[in-house]
């Protein structure tokens, strides 16, 4: 399955962004989905993962109650909404797919990634 990220920007502290990662290749309803990002001179880093039926969900401490994770496996899409940003939200974001049916958060767990969508936050 091959993954796109797509939807970073720059925006202005406390604004929104929606991204996005589309799937091709092949359907990815069985798999979990997970955004993860990496901010210069840091380490990637888990940001959010939603399970295969978007029934379960799960986020980092740092984006919880500002970020949401959901999914439109008829479109072959995965969201991140990300609302109230932070100048430390700026990295670039990444999608990620397991194929499996528990969220993880290492993300050498997952099997295939997208190519990076860059996030700025401007203070």
């Known amino acids: 399955v091959q993954l796109q990220a797509f939807g970073g920007g720059l925006v202005q502290t406390g604004g929104s962004l929606r991204l996005s990662c589309a799937a091709s290749g092949r359907t990815f309803s069985g798999y979990v989905v997970g955004w993860f990002r990496q901010a210069p001179v840091k380490e990637r880093e888990f940001v959010a993962a939603?399970?295969?039926?978007?029934?379960?969900?799960r986020y980092a401490d740092s984006v919880k109650g500002r970020f949401t994770i959901s999914r439109d496996n008829a479109k072959n899409t995965v969201y991140l909404q990300m609302n109230s940003l932070k100048p430390e939200d700026t990295a670039v974001y990444y999608c990620?797919?397991?194929?499996?049916?528990?969220?993880?958060?290492?993300?050498?767990?997952?099997?295939?990634w997208g190519q990076g969508t860059q996030v700025t936050v401007s203070s």
């Open positions: 939603v399970n295969w039926n978007g029934g379960s969900t």
């Open positions: 990620a797919a397991d194929r499996s049916f528990t969220i993880a958060i290492r993300e050498r767990v997952y099997d295939y």
